[in-house]
C-alpha cells in the first residue's frame, strides 16, 4: 500500500513539476516575443503605414511642393486659424486619410 501511494505521489510531483516547467517556459518565450520582437515589428508596420500614406499624399498634391516643410503661422494668421479650429481640421482629414490606407492594405476588405 505505501508503495502504491508512493507511485501515486511521484506520478502528481512529475505532473504538477512538468506544468510548473512548461508554464515558466511559456512565459520566458512569451516575454522575450513581447520585449524584443513584437516591438520592432510595431515600429516597422508603422514607419511602413506612414510612408505609403506620405507616399499617397505626395502623389496627390502633384508638382507642388507642399510636403517639404511645414509652414508656420504666427500672429494674427495663427489667431486666426486657432479660432477657426484648422488645425484639429487638418489632424481629422490626415487621420482620415491614414485609415482609409491603412483598411486598404487588409486583402478581402470593401472600402
Known amino acids: 500500500m505505501a508503495a502504491l501511494i508512493s507511485l501515486i505521489g511521484s506520478f502528481a510531483a512529475r505532473i504538477f513539476a512538468d506544468k510548473i516547467l512548461g508554464?515558466?517556459?511559456?512565459?520566458?518565450?512569451?516575454?522575450t516575443l513581447f520585449i524584443v520582437v513584437v516591438p520592432v515589428l510595431i515600429n516597422n508596420i508603422m514607419y511602413d503605414v506612414l510612408e505609403i500614406v506620405f507616399n499617397f499624399a505626395s502623389s496627390k498634391s502633384g508638382d507642388?511642393?507642399?510636403?517639404?516643410?511645414?509652414?508656420?503661422?504666427?500672429g494674427f494668421m495663427g489667431w486666426l486659424l486657432d479660432i477657426?479650429?484648422?488645425?484639429?481640421a487638418f489632424s481629422v482629414i490626415i487621420?482620415?486619410?491614414?485609415?482609409?490606407?491603412?483598411?486598404?492594405?487588409?486583402?478581402?476588405a470593401k472600402i
Open 23 to 31: 508554464w515558466l517556459a511559456i512565459k520566458a518565450v512569451l516575454s
Open 64 to 74: 507642388i511642393q507642399t510636403l517639404n516643410g511645414s509652414m508656420t503661422f504666427s
Open 84 to 88: 477657426f479650429q484648422v488645425p484639429a
Open 95 to 108: 487621420g482620415a486619410l491614414a485609415l482609409r490606407v491603412t483598411l486598404k492594405m487588409i486583402p478581402f
